[in-house]
């Protein structure tokens, strides 16, 4: 099993470890420190070495940063996490405070006197992070300094877990559909095109995409973590630690990239500036430490030129992730038919059916991992955007509420990641008429088609159209990008009210609309959807683009209030359905077939 | 009549001004000079004492900027301009070059070498183009220097017009709704909360809002050219050349500021700057030349504290908009009848119908000018977006074409602004389908309902859906802010690719989709909307927002394809016209009554 359930434990040594934290405050002439959720790679998923802000706090939510004074403690969460955050922190240690709208920055400059300093550990803040706090403090002269040890670390001594050596493993081309050879050589192009003699990779999944490698040194996002410099001439480096490297591997890597430990960055890095190389950096997810190493070289700011590339699915990774798609949509029918007759009969638990799911996913023998931690909500905690089920919150489904599971896959081939609501037992109007609602918006992104240059911010008001038409809405963006057997949260497209980058065919993209009743119950519809060019219309004047949902699971007809739908939107409904039921029915056993059968038959107005 | 249709002037004499203005580039040591169609506020409209760019270029548009070096010498102009440019300039002394994509800052790298100086006039441009031109010229040591007088005024010599000394008058309380004394003390009280001692208004809507009166110093915006300087503490001087003031205006001032030339402007900053005065300015509206004035002292960089205020209209101001709209609309029912009539007998031409809707909007004696230049475009010329009918230009409406009409009122009571277009004899289906998918954006406008804080941003693709679909786009945004008897183009607000401002109760806008087929014909649909609280609907969780249409003339119902409309889309259109009908009809005499009637007739499915 991919998924644990443990309930948090509370913080109950965060005040020695506090007290132990501020002894060292002081012995280094420092009046706060910051410790952020974040490793030397600003990913998404920390190793347990990384954990320093759970160990510190108990807090382990995804996204929190602590800041540490003499006197004062404040841990800073997203509205995710202001249920949880003090469930698991000593309160009485830490403030929890909800960002935003309060701002670390101000918080400091409140509890600090002017010309205070600030430590901070350069490895674990980008260079932008860092730039903006400075500019904050800047007008009350307090300073920011960076600490060559974590001080984390020296409290936490030998009780810290060892960093992950996960083995690194070649991704095969018939998945990766380019060849390492080739990425590498159009990334050369594109740095001296763009005025760069090198470029240092910090972001593990653009490395792993690039050199067609994949890992395993965190949960459920297969990258190895590792660094890399890629001059326009001479071998690429690759900066890991050699014990994830295995024959198979070494054999893959040897033709494309010299193999270095990580601790030989710094001194690579001032061989480049001492040859006046400009070497570019990504701001925004380079850590702070990289540009202090160059500084007085020649920095080039950009972005991460592997970003793009990766986003843009080639033909290869395009029919793996139908592949993905067909076989995941496979598991998701047999999947919901068992729920439909185990609710039936006796009440399932949030955990037993998040169970089931992992179970037949990896009866596929393809799965590799899930992509994230299954969201598995019944009743009220459906209406929990980014609830995680433990065993103390574990809730049974019962008849009368609906059930909302979010959940994917990794596979070779791709990346999946699904949400379905569910009624259990007979749902009510006002549960109808909202899931229709939202079911609008998702049919609203599904088939909308728009000229190049069109951007996610562009597409996400059609999301939440319907909502906002009864007063409703959603508070998290409609999609974000998904990788291919990589991160199932990829940049930079997204569908959002941030959503800046412009829609390019090949990239894939969430639909995920919703709607949540804080204590009642939460609806989310989730596909992927593929960018496409968009052919065949009739006096088209503009280049246009539309999307190919991916997903292949029906939506729950008891939910759907056809009289609210359009003709189009009907039209649409039944044409997915009748798809569903050709591309899965011939996948399934017989009853589960049964399942699917009436599951996908057409709605009448 | 406020327009003039007089073709524009080939620039006879660009050769021998240009080769004056390089003999002082030379005695100056400068290597270029900038200048830019702009005059001391910014303004959409510049008096012609400030028409350099035009003496210069013979180029009339309302935006462009020459860039003169010792040999070369190029003309930026936007793609409004660039068909208009290459006829009113000497393209052997001027290149003609389109922004973007190209950028005067690269043309100035590619044309100078390393340490040049090109000099500019700081009262012509904003602090922020000139910090985003100095960064950009910065990396070749390329150096601005601003000049202390203008190098073309020099030339320009005695044949400059004189500048313009309109008179002000006082605003009307039962216009403007609120006391300029109460708008002031607000304004102060802000000032106070966000931490400056004192602001400089440099835009005369700002200052005309803010004191409650109006000018004539430009064509078609009501506003007196003037500088503002607001203090927390003491009475706020108005910077205008006394000329200006008569005794009306002179009585309605005294007890609200102190009246100063513009001449004292640099001594009163000096004297800010001296006592250690925060003063707020905004960088993107504020000339150059004012934040030069006060380096070194302490400078707060802040938008316009007047543009929200004066974009959320107050009751008054929007009853005074519903009044200007039914005066302007019986305007458009009998100028449309006429037109009916008109084309029926002998062919039209774009001037004379651009005259009698000017004369027929006289006639209602309550015209203070025409909002802007009207768009008057039959066939091909409807396909120019800002097209501007001249005797060289001047187009018969002939059978099978269409006719675009894009014109507006100044009333003291509110500004208007109204797009129609409409058919002359025949249309064929495809301008029917076009006009119905232009119409079905426009609706899904002005039916939207959107919570707190959406921004003109998400609701511009609701105006493109229905184009996107069929290939087909528009390249202009879906509206602008609109003033109060103030310019017919006002920020914060707009509905576009770029619109960030959130939409607020109180803010009038335009609602104008578009289809331009080049070389064939144009659609617009414009009506101006007010945003509104949404009131009664039913379980609303979100406080949500929507439009009041405000403009009352009828669409071509022989544009319209039924069809194409959803149920809900021909119930808004058969209720606008209902609505048209029942407010303008008892506005008209017979003959353009009976017109309206039929005009406004249901349509069925």
């Known amino acids: 099993m991919f998924q644990s359930y443990e309930a948090p434990q509370s913080a109950g040594e965060s005040g020695q470890r506090l007290r132990q934290l501020r002894q060292r405050l002081i012995k280094r002439g420092l009046d706060a420190v910051l410790v952020p959720r974040a490793d030397e790679h600003q990913g998404e998923y920390v190793a347990p070495?990384?954990?320093?802000?759970?160990?510190?706090?108990?807090?382990?939510?995804?996204?929190?940063?602590?800041?540490?004074?003499?006197?004062?403690?404040?841990?800073?969460?997203?509205?995710?996490y202001v249920v949880q955050a003090p469930l698991q922190v000593d309160t009485s240690l830490f403030g929890i405070v909800q960002v935003p709208p309060a701002k670390p920055s101000q918080w400091l400059l409140d509890e600090l006197k002017a010309g205070a300093t600030v430590g901070y550990d350069p490895w674990l803040h980008t260079e932008a992070g860092i730039d903006e706090l400075a500019k904050a403090l800047n007008p009350k002269g307090i300073k920011l300094t960076a600490l060559?040890?974590?001080?984390?670390?020296?409290?936490?001594?030998?009780?810290?877990?060892?960093?992950?050596?996960?083995?690194v493993v070649p991704h095969a081309l018939k998945y990766a559909g380019t060849a390492a050879a080739d990425k590498l050589a159009e990334l050369k192009t594109r740095l001296r095109r763009e005025d760069a003699d090198a470029v240092v990779l910090t972001q593990p999944d653009s490395i792993a995409w690039l050199l067609n490698v994949r890992g395993s040194d965190v949960a459920h996002n297969p990258v190895p973590l590792a660094f890399a410099i890629i001059t326009v001439a001479g071998k690429p480096e690759l900066f890991i630690d050699k014990d994830k490297i295995g024959r198979e591997a070494r054999e893959h890597l040897a033709a494309l990239v010299r193999i270095l430990p990580p601790a030989a960055l710094r001194e690579r890095l001032a061989a480049l500036k001492a040859q006046g190389k400009r070497v570019r950096l990504d701001p925004n997810t380079a850590a702070n430490w990289f540009f202090r190493t160059l500084r007085g070289g020649r920095i080039v700011r950009a972005v991460d030129p592997c970003l793009l590339p990766k986003a843009r699915k080639n033909a290869t990774e395009i029919a793996g992730a139908r592949a993905a798609h067909k076989r995941d949509g496979a598991v998701l029918a047999r999947f919901l038919a068992w729920l439909e007759r185990e609710s039936g009969r006796e009440a399932a638990d949030e955990i037993g059916v998040a169970q089931q799911l992992e179970r037949l996913r990896g009866e596929t023998q393809a799965l590799k991992d899930i992509s994230f931690d299954t969201i598995s909500g019944a009743g009220p905690n459906g209406a929990i955007v980014h609830y995680r089920v433990t065993t103390a919150s574990n809730r049974k489904l019962l008849p009368g509420e609906l059930y909302l599971v979010d959940s994917g896959g990794q596979y070779l081939?791709?990346?999946?990641?699904?949400?379905?609501?569910?009624?259990?037992?007979?749902?009510?109007?006002?549960?109808?008429?909202?899931?229709?609602?939202?079911?609008?918006?998702?049919?609203?992104?599904?088939?909308?088609?728009?000229?190049?240059?069109?951007?996610?911010?562009?597409?996400?008001?059609?999301?939440?159209?319907?909502?906002?038409?009864?007063?409703?809405?959603?508070?998290?963006?409609?999609?974000?990008?998904?990788?291919?057997?990589?991160?199932?949260?990829?940049?930079?497209?997204?569908?959002?009210?941030?959503?800046?980058?412009?829609?390019?065919?090949g990239m894939i993209i969430s639909n995920e609309p919703g709607y949540y009743k804080q204590g009642a119950y939460g609806i989310r519809l989730e596909n992927l959807v593929l960018v496409e060019e968009a052919t065949l219309i009739a006096g088209a004047e503009r280049n246009t683009m539309g999307f190919e949902t991916l997903t292949l699971v029906p939506f729950d007809r008891r939910l759907v209030v056809a009289a609210l739908l359009t003709e189009a939107e009907l039209a649409w409904l039944n044409a997915y359905h009748a798809r569903v039921w050709r591309e899965i029915g011939p996948e399934l056993g017989?009853?589960?077939?049964?399942?699917?059968e009436a599951a996908t038959r057409p709605m009448a107005a």
């Open 413 to 505: 081939d791709g990346t999946t990641d699904i949400t379905r609501t569910v009624a259990i037992g007979s749902p009510t109007p006002e549960m109808q008429e909202r899931f229709t609602r939202v079911l609008k918006g998702h049919i609203a992104v599904a088939t909308a088609r728009f000229p190049t240059g069109t951007r996610g911010i562009d597409l996400d008001p059609f999301a939440r159209r319907a909502l906002w038409e009864a007063g409703l809405d959603f508070d998290h963006g409609t999609g974000h990008g998904v990788g291919s057997y990589l991160s199932v949260h990829e940049g930079p497209q997204n569908i959002s009210r941030r959503g800046m980058t412009a829609l390019e065919p």
């Open 49 to 80: 070495a990384s954990q320093r802000l759970a160990w510190l706090t108990g807090f382990t939510g995804s996204a929190g940063l602590a800041v540490v004074t003499r006197s004062a403690a404040a841990l800073f969460v997203d509205g995710r």
């Open 148 to 167: 060559a040890h974590n001080p984390i670390d020296t409290i936490w001594g030998r009780q810290r877990p060892a960093p992950p050596k996960g083995p």
């Open 590 to 596: 017989a009853a589960d077939r049964d399942w699917l």
